[in-house]
């Protein structure tokens, strides 16, 4: 069982940066990979970016490639979401979320954050 806790979100101005984080409890958090997703009002969930649990590699959204960074720390059973250049359209709720090494399905989600970016 892993609990996820996201930390970080906030009101900024276009332009801003902002950095998330999510704590995770339970063992053995380096053998899972771990993603970032958002909700936007009237909107679907969507995928942003995931860190790979073995290698670390990345993957992001296009909408989001060259602004946000995603990293983990697994000394400290957290993952990070940077977020440069922040435009209005990034406006959501941002959820932590893992997956046991490269299953697909996501198992785990945090209770999310709010993202607010004002023009």
């Known amino acids: 069982q892993v609990q996820l806790v996201e930390s970080g979100g906030g009101l900024v101005q276009a332009g801003a940066s902002l950095r998330l984080s999510c704590a995770a409890s339970g063992r053995f958090f380096s053998s899972y990979s771990m993603g970032w997703f958002r909700q936007a009002p009237g909107k679907e969930r969507e995928f942003v970016a995931s860190?790979?649990?073995?290698?670390?590699?990345?993957r992001y959204a296009d909408s989001v490639r060259g602004r946000f960074t995603i990293s983990r720390d697994n000394a400290k059973n957290t993952v990070y979401l940077q977020m440069n250049s922040l435009k209005p359209e990034d406006t959501a709720v941002y959820y932590c979320?893992?997956?046991?090494?490269?299953?697909?399905?996501?198992?785990?989600w945090g209770q999310g954050t709010q993202v607010t970016v004002s023009s």
């Open positions: 860190i790979r649990w073995i290698t670390a590699s990345t």
């Open positions: 979320a893992a997956r046991p090494k490269d299953q697909l399905r996501w198992d785990y």
